[in-house]
């Protein structure tokens, strides 16, 4: 199961819970439940932050009790709780098991890149995604141009960042976080005027510019990201 567009996860939680509902013990459900909940705050499209966020960690943990050797399960939570504020290093070391159970998950792959993000990490999640895109060359199985993206905008590649985060936003226009990542690497080459125009795109999305960067652990990272994405909106302003 995969989610190509922010604007299906809300549906997906629907259906999902439905199953849930008639097996409660379903581990790929549960997993998948956990990943809409993490992916409606990333989206800012959750009405009630909190409870969202208490049902995915409820959802993982469910997952986990029943997940045994399934890696693509263990993956899923991983990421899911990581994104809802769990121990970074217990997660890595799920999809570390994922991978060693399937060392050819072209979509574990992905999930342990956005871990290492996650965990101040960039040139790892760049490696691992692109592992990921050399197992699945065709098959979508997540958001890699968007991870690679934002791992070379972290390491202050603002150059190589922007044409992912481009084709990231083109992959899934309704989303979020690529344009904030892509305004935020604009305003730090001094692009100002393109900055402004990712802004304005952002606005027809979320009307939330400034997220939550909890997801981010390095204070560096947060700081990197913050400056960007403030100085694009107040060109705007």
Same mark, same amino acid.
């Given at each position: 199961m995969f989610m190509s567009s922010a604007r299906q996860i809300?549906?997906?939680?629907?259906?999902?819970?439905?199953?849930i509902e008639r097996d409660p013990r379903y581990g790929p459900a549960l997993a998948w439940a956990a990943h809409c909940c993490r992916r409606l705050l990333s989206d800012d499209r959750s009405e009630d932050r909190e409870a969202t966020a208490r049902k995915g960690i409820e959802f993982g943990r469910?997952?986990?009790?029943?997940?045994?050797?399934d890696p693509a399960t263990l993956a899923t939570v991983a990421v899911a !709780? =990581?994104?809802? $504020?769990?121990?970074?290093?217990?997660?890595?070391?799920?999809?570390?098991? #994922?991978?060693? %159970?399937?060392p050819n998950y072209a979509r574990g792959w992905?999930?342990?890149?956005?871990?290492?993000?996650?965990?101040?990490?960039?040139?790892?999640?760049?490696?691992?995604?692109?592992i990921s895109l050399r197992l699945s060359p065709r098959a979508k199985?997540?958001?890699? !141009? =968007?991870?690679? $993206?934002t791992s070379?905008?972290?390491?202050?590649?603002?150059?190589?960042? #922007?044409?992912? %985060?481009?084709?990231?936003?083109?992959?899934?226009?309704?989303?979020?976080?690529?344009?904030?990542?892509?305004?935020a690497?604009?305003?730090?080459l001094g692009r100002l005027d393109d900055a402004r125009e990712v802004i304005g795109r952002l606005r027809g999305v979320t009307?939330? !510019?400034?997220?939550?960067?909890?997801?981010?652990?390095?204070?560096?990272?947060?700081?990197?990201?913050?400056?960007? %994405?403030?100085?694009?909106i107040a060109e705007t302003a």
């Open positions: 809300p549906e997906a939680l629907r259906l999902l819970e439905q199953a469910r997952a986990l009790e029943v997940a045994g050797d !709780l =990581a994104g809802l $504020g769990e121990d970074i290093e217990s997660m890595i070391a799920l999809v570390d098991r #994922a991978l060693a %159970l399937n992905h999930l342990s890149g956005a871990l290492r993000m996650f965990a101040g990490q960039p040139e790892i999640a760049i490696e691992h995604n692109e199985v997540g958001s890699s !141009l =968007a991870i690679i $993206g070379h905008f972290l390491c202050r590649r603002f150059d190589q960042a #922007a044409p992912y %985060l481009r084709l990231a936003i083109e992959e899934d226009p309704t989303a979020p976080m690529a344009y904030r990542f892509l305004a690497c604009y305003s730090h009307d939330r !510019l400034i997220p939550d960067v909890d997801n981010l652990r390095n204070p560096e990272h947060h700081e990197l990201f913050l400056s960007g %994405l403030r100085l694009a």
